[in-house]
Structure formats: C-alpha cells, structure tokens
C-alpha cells in the first residue's frame, strides 16, 4: 500500500483481556517506531525496531506490553492483561532507515472498559 | 531528558489572520525540529521540519526557524484559512537510538469564516 496501515482501527477490550495490534509499515521502510497518544497528549514513544531487531524498547511502561516484527516487516504490539490506563491512541511509523522521516499510520484506538 | 512545551489550545482565529504557536524545548545535544499536523480522523503529517540552528522549514504557507539561542521553533502563518483547523504537534529527535520523536502535547486550531 501507499502509507501506514493499521489494524484494527478501533478495539474494545475487557479489562484483563489480550490485545494484539497489527502494523504493515511502508514498503521497504527499514525502521519502524510505536508511540502511544493518550486522549488530549502528543505521542509518546514505546519502542524501536531496525528490520527485525528491537533495538529501544525503553518506553514500553511495564511487562505487560511487548512488540515484535519478526520479519522484518508487519509489526504485531501485545498487550497482556489490559487495564484502564491503557486505554490510549496506538500510532506506528515507519521511515526508510533511522533518521529519515516517519510516515505515521492512522492508529488504532484502544479502549479498555 | 528531551521535551517540549507548546502553548496550550484551542487557538480560534478568523479566517485570514496571522498565526502563531509557540514551541521551546530541551534537549541535550543538538535536535532536529519538526512541526506535525493532525487533521480529524487522520494520521499525523509532517508539515515542516528544520535540522540546525538559524534553518527555516516552510510548508504550505507554514513557516518556522530554528532558534537555537531561545531553544525555540514558533509556528507561523500569514493568512489562515478554514482548512487549516486541525491539531498542530511541535516535535523533536536527536541522532542515535533510530531518532525517535518527542512531541509536545498538541494545539489546536479552529479557523472560523
């Protein structure tokens, strides 16, 4: 596809649930960034791959979330055991290698009831 | 750590008035600077964006100079128009660590007829 796309674009979860979003990034774009923008705030930074390789992961805010893209491509973030305060705006980027510019994808809304 | 502050909205202008959002920020070494638009029920786009000191990024209209001696990157416009209403994230990366983004926490602007 021509941008960012990702899926779903609105998920409603029960508290304790597992949540998986999905991120197909531009094609070809070797980096690929998740934020997540809480209602009223810019985004903030969760995690960082180059190709396959988590390379930052510092931002993820607790043990409960994990992000992999094994392939160097599509990137999957989980979250286990959702609570409230995890209900938030996940946005992907990606961009063609690490200081280029990052092409944001639409988010998906997480709300977790 | 890095951060930025942007001035708080909702700015409301009349179409064809000047525009000006504020943005200072802090960082350690020396930042890129970028201004991301939000239009309702899209991602974010990059507007502009300025690598060094005294550079001026211009878009659509859009102007900002980096100002590395006030730590600022103000956005301005001349002549706002109605499709200009959206949110506006003032944002910065350093190199290393695939340059994530720190973003401010967003403005937003209504340009009424």
């Known amino acids: 596809g021509a941008g960012v796309s990702q899926s779903p674009r609105y998920k409603v979860a029960k508290r304790g649930q597992d949540v998986a979003l999905r991120c197909d990034p531009i094609?070809?774009?070797?980096?690929l960034f998740w934020y997540q923008q809480a209602l009223g705030q810019g985004p903030e930074f969760l995690t960082y791959?180059?190709?396959?390789?988590?390379?930052?992961k510092s931002g993820l805010p607790s043990d409960r979330f994990f992000a992999e893209r094994p392939e160097g491509s599509v990137s999957t973030l989980k979250i286990q055991r959702t609570q409230q305060e995890d209900s938030a705006v996940y946005l992907c980027?990606?961009?063609?290698?690490?200081?280029?510019?990052?092409?944001f994808g639409a988010g998906t809304r997480l709300s977790v009831l | 750590g890095n951060s930025v502050t942007q001035m708080e909205g909702p700015v409301t202008l009349s179409e064809e008035a000047f525009l000006t959002i504020n943005c200072t920020y802090t960082?350690?070494?020396?930042?890129?600077l970028f201004w991301y638009v939000q239009y309702p029920g899209e991602g974010l786009q990059l507007l502009l964006k300025?690598?060094?000191?005294?550079d001026k990024g211009s878009n659509k209209g859009f102007e900002a100079t980096y100002r590395k001696e006030t730590t600022s990157f103000h956005l301005e416009k001349g002549s706002v128009q109605v499709s200009d209403s959206a949110v506006y994230f003032c944002?910065?990366?350093?190199?290393?660590?695939?340059?994530?983004?720190?973003f401010g926490t967003g403005t937003q602007l209504k340009v009424e007829l």
């Open positions: 094609s070809g774009h070797v980096s």
């Open positions: 300025a690598t060094k000191a005294d």
């Open positions: 960082a350690t070494g020396y930042p890129s």
């Open positions: 944002a910065l990366s350093e190199r290393g660590g695939g340059n994530k983004l720190t």
């Open positions: 791959f180059q190709n396959e390789a988590q390379l930052d």
């Open positions: 980027a990606s961009s063609l290698d690490a200081g280029n510019i990052q092409y």
